[in-house]
């Protein structure tokens, strides 16, 4: 068992960069793989990227993977998403999650544990 709380997220304007967190705590990061998802109004929750417990194994939306980079430091118990050169489809809130599988899955429900999400928003 883990929580998780998202923080980092904010107003940019177009083509600034982000960085979130994904905190844990009640648990220990390294158990779990991470995934990042993100949610924009009227549209499902959708797949950015994920990462193994050691750090070494990722999985990236291709439509994403050249803008947007997950890493994880398991000592300071966080796990980050670097997002650069923001547009305005990328406004949506954000959500990180944690499942004890071993490969960094891309589906909703391949994860057993989500923080409460943070708000990111790119002003055109």
């Known amino acids: 068992q883990v929580q998780l709380t998202e923080s980092g997220g904010g107003s940019v304007q177009t083509g600034g960069s982000l960085r979130l967190s994904c905190a844990a705590s009640?648990?220990?990061?390294?158990?779990?793989?991470i995934g990042w998802f993100r949610q924009a109004p009227g549209l499902e929750r959708e797949f950015i990227a994920g990462?193994?417990?050691?750090?070494?194994?990722?999985n990236y939306a291709v439509a994403l993977q050249d803008r947007f980079t997950i890493y994880r430091h398991n000592a300071e118990t966080t796990a980050y998403l670097q997002k650069n050169n923001l547009k305005a489809d990328d406004t949506a809130v954000h959500y990180c999650a944690a499942s004890v599988e071993t490969s960094p899955a891309a589906a909703q429900v391949d994860y057993d544990y989500w923080g409460q999400g943070t708000q990111v928003t790119v002003a055109a």
């Open positions: 990462i193994t417990q050691s750090g070494t194994g990722t």
């Open positions: 009640r648990g220990t990061l390294s158990n779990y793989i």
